[in-house]
């Protein structure tokens, strides 16, 4: 349990009593034995596999080629979903935890759309929900113990939420009053036709990603769009300016050792090191 | 008045002497009282509801079908902002200092529009002034106690002001004199019949913008822009440096603490603790 | 002669002996007097009316109305400069040294066009060198104190131009290989016609400008396409980090002061202070 | 063999016993007599010579005018790349440590596509196999000593690719869901006909570069981009961030001395020095 100590925070699983069970349990939630790698990586191929087929399907040259080879293997993939959905709760004893957490609603939402689809054809698109399950491959590089890095970035980012908000609050509330000011300028000509049109021109622009769909033809709404490229040229360094000094922060903390004693259990708000005293510098 | 200290640097409010005048005055300018958070709240959703509709009001389809209440909408919402402005003014004792505040004037200019409407109709549109009432939010989020973060970034852009503006100043003479290099480079050619619409070029393309509805189409020309973006790729990394370095730094003095007292309230330029005399290291 | 040591580094002036030619000299070279500070300020304003004139020229419609008017002009700032070069020369003593310092060659190159032009029509174009003297801004900001954050970006990016040099060349060489590959894998098509064409087309891509005059159209092209875009957003870090590293690293040593005897002149790399011994943590 | 110690670390060259291998060997290999560099130079030039014939080549309008000299330089420099390669192998004692090489691989690659245009035409294309052997540029560079900066990057790109590989990993997945829902919000219309195709337009979207080949055009559709610009414009930080934390610690690791001996031979884990047990502030 000790391994991951991040996993187990976010739901703690706890086996079904049978032996079975449990023995079933430890390979479908856990990766530290072979079977239970062996049944991580299978299902890791499994979710690349459907996903595969999911886009190939959608290409019409290929769907009118392979159609019958795809439904067959959505079929399989389905199936195989289902029963893995199945025995996920069979051998768990907080079922409602498992349904309702994250992973649990992605699975359910995974399977659902083939069943539906069976009654309404329609539904049958929303099985790129199934792609949704990729996002599994964290959890499972995570059992595989290949996360360590990844959990710097993602505490990095956490912490630096609230400022990334207020960023994106003040760019949003930018690109409106921008948008707006360039509707005035541009007077109302292609591209610039309605408020809304002109701020999604003023955060292509703004992000620097620039399509070309829509840009100034007026020699005033160029000379307004060259200060909003400066101004978004600028811009870009603050969320950079946020995420990397709160990564190095991180970074910093992970590292932090007591000079003394090398002790490494030390915490962020700590001044003294718990072992042996030694103040320690931040 | 210890809690906003930002907020008091920037406008004092003195509430009349008047009793109902104090009370409302509170509810107005602060967030300290449930009724003036739900004032704040109310009058928070009240400006995006008027930004919204001015937005729409611009979208010929909407504007056909909907006329009637986007008008009928407009008139209560400045009816309403005239009440809050009036108010604002009556409550308070420093009037003219309000009235000249960042603030007071968005106020003023947010509900002027609206009457000049009603004498001459073009002036209708300037009603987009309102949105500028949006900026509202982070006032309001800083009497939520919010908006910590935000200052930090505030306080890291306004140290590092001066060097983006000299690095500003800097890219804009590239510019002018990177895009007249171009006019001669491209001979005038479709994009580039004259030195400002190069420099327009120019800015979109060292910005990494890229519209694309100016682009080089001789041989020579094309070269001279992969010199401009492969530097324009390496000039971006200056205002990240310049932000990021500062945002950095002005954290490390935020969270400063005296190794020995733990006194937390060490000013920038301070070399010992004021405390203990504990020596601090830089 | 203290106030400006970087100033002093790149350009010694030394006046003549004559009384009057010392005094000009003083107007002229340096902003410590207000009839020097008032040269400066005139000067940087005729250098921008001049850069100002040559863009409007170059606009087909205003060069057709004003025509007289913008040639009057030239001449008149010719003229003016012509006198300004001229007594630049007369007044310092080592004239060789002025003549052939960066800014005495572009003040030459400045007003060369313009006399060139009564004799050799097609050399007025030249006239777009005079912008070149919108640099001076820099070197007048620098008499006016304004540049003390502009060294630190200027310190930063030299100590960090061989490392940002090496990420150029490896860029270059990256873009010439991928440029090739795509000729091959987009088969001569349109925009990938010869391998010159192509390497436009990557460097458009890695560094994120993406004009899209060129964009791949077979689903291979587009892989490709996908692989090359998601490297340019990662290698697009490797500046910045370059950057940001030395700039942080020039500003920490700015600011190093001793802990013990706030002594602030201490070298980059003393590991102890000049006056009273202490050791200095980097 | 002291001076590059990061270079024998991938490939040590053991001469043969013969004196004029030897000679020749030493000449080939290293940089340290006059005629090693000029030989190094001279190869460098050479390479950049062949790889210009290979670009003007596909220039259809060079090709035409220059065809025979193209030809006739072509044989010309395989030939001296043949006996390179051949002398390579010959006054080396280790050979199959050589061939196996990056650069022995690339070296043989070089040559063969010529050889074998002799005989099958089409091969011919696969000269341009022979632009790899730019990247011998920064193996001359690290023998003439210019490459200590260099080494910085790559060693911090190093320790921090793990991060990256993460980071791109999420990307991939991030695009690969957005793509899909665009492909149901737009409707499968223009640019938008099939998954793959979403996927190409929301990784050209999120990486800001924006080519306007596919684009938005419904309301809902260009709502969609505006959240998937600004979430893009949010992520480039984060690669920054991994960079700019791991470039700035690996810069202190090579810059630390011990405060006591000044000892610069420190390890990056050590708490104390080697020579004199200072404790090591990190």
Redesign the interface.
């Known amino acids: 349990m000790q391994e991951h100590p991040h996993l187990e925070r976010e739901f703690r699983y706890i086996p079904e009593k049978a032996k079975w069970k449990r023995q079933l349990c430890r390979i479908i939630y856990r990766a530290d034995t072979p079977m239970g790698k062996l049944f991580d990586i299978s299902l890791l191929i499994l979710i690349f596999v459907s996903?595969f087929i999911?886009?190939m399907e959608?290409?019409?040259s290929f769907d009118l080629k392979y159609h019958t080879i795809f439904v067959t293997l959505e079929i399989i993939i389905s199936v195989i979903f289902t029963i893995e959905y199945v025995l996920r709760i069979v051998t768990i004893r907080n079922k409602k935890d498992y349904i309702f957490s994250f992973f649990g609603v992605i699975d359910f939402l995974a399977i659902v759309p083939f069943y539906l689809s069976l009654f309404f054809p329609v539904t049958k698109?929303f099985l790129?929900i199934r792609?949704?399950r990729?996002?599994r491959?964290?959890r499972i590089?995570n059992l595989l113990d290949?996360?360590n890095?990844?959990f710097?970035?993602v505490k990095?980012?956490k912490s630096s939420s609230?400022?990334?908000y207020?960023?994106?609050?003040?760019?949003?509330?930018f690109s409106?009053?921008v948008g707006?000011?360039m509707?005035?300028v541009e007077g109302h000509k292609a591209g610039f036709?309605?408020?809304?049109?002109s701020?999604?021109w003023a955060?292509?622009?703004v992000?620097?990603?620039?399509?070309?769909?829509v840009?100034p033809t007026t020699?005033l709404g160029?000379f307004f769009?060259?200060v909003l490229?400066?101004a978004?040229?600028?811009i870009?360094?603050?969320?950079?300016?946020?995420?990397?000094?709160?990564?190095?922060?991180k970074?910093q903390n992970l590292?932090?050792?007591c000079?003394?004693c090398?002790n490494e259990d030390i915490d962020d708000d700590a001044?003294y090191c718990k072992k042996c005293g030694e103040?320690?510098?931040?």
């Open positions: 996903t999911v886009m959608s290409v019409p698109f790129i792609m949704l990729m996002l491959i964290f590089l290949f996360m890095d990844g710097l970035i990095a980012l609230r400022k990334i207020i960023f994106l609050l003040f760019l949003m509330i409106v009053v707006s000011m509707y005035m036709e309605s408020i809304p049109q701020i999604y955060v292509v622009t992000t620097t990603v620039g399509y070309g769909d840009s020699p160029k769009a060259i490229m400066l978004g040229y600028s870009i360094a603050v969320p950079t300016g946020i995420v990397t000094a709160e990564m190095r922060n970074r590292e932090k050792t000079p003394r090398k001044n103040s320690i510098v931040h």
